[in-house]
């Protein structure tokens, strides 16, 4: 069983930078995807971006294209999303996802029914 714990969430001030850490144990496959999700108040769980398993292709929400960037240390079985220019509507609990069968195509468009492993969630909140 895949188990993920995230890490480095916070409260921040809007224009501040903020990085989570997701850190996966369990992993008995030779790839897969992973991405973060988040809970708020406004627009429920939303994907936040994805890497789909061997490719390593990744792909974001509309909404953090070009502030958010998701990566991933193979190796240590960890990802990571680094969140720039951070702004009040990011505040939420954010979740590590993984998944090793989904497809391409649900990876992209980040359905949370595609993602078999959750993480317990990290609170981040920005300050205005």
């Known amino acids: 069983q895949v188990r993920l714990v995230e890490s480095g969430g916070g409260s921040v001030q809007a224009g501040e930078a903020l990085t989570l850490s997701c850190q996966a144990s369990g992993v008995t496959y030779s790839s897969i995807s992973m991405g973060w999700f988040r809970q708020t108040p406004e627009k429920g769980r939303e994907g936040v971006a994805s890497i789909y398993a061997g490719s390593g292709r990744s792909y974001y929400h509309e909404s953090v294209k070009g502030r958010f960037t998701i990566s991933r240390d193979i190796d240590k079985n960890t990802l990571f999303l680094r969140m720039n220019d951070l702004k009040t509507e990011d505040t939420g609990t954010y979740y590590c996802?993984?998944?090793?069968?989904?497809?391409?195509?649900?990876?992209?468009?980040?359905?949370?029914?595609?993602?078999?492993?959750w993480g317990p969630g990290v609170r981040v909140t920005v300050s205005p």
């Open positions: 996802v993984a998944d090793p069968w989904s497809p391409e195509q649900h990876i992209r468009a980040m359905s949370a029914a595609a993602f078999q492993f």
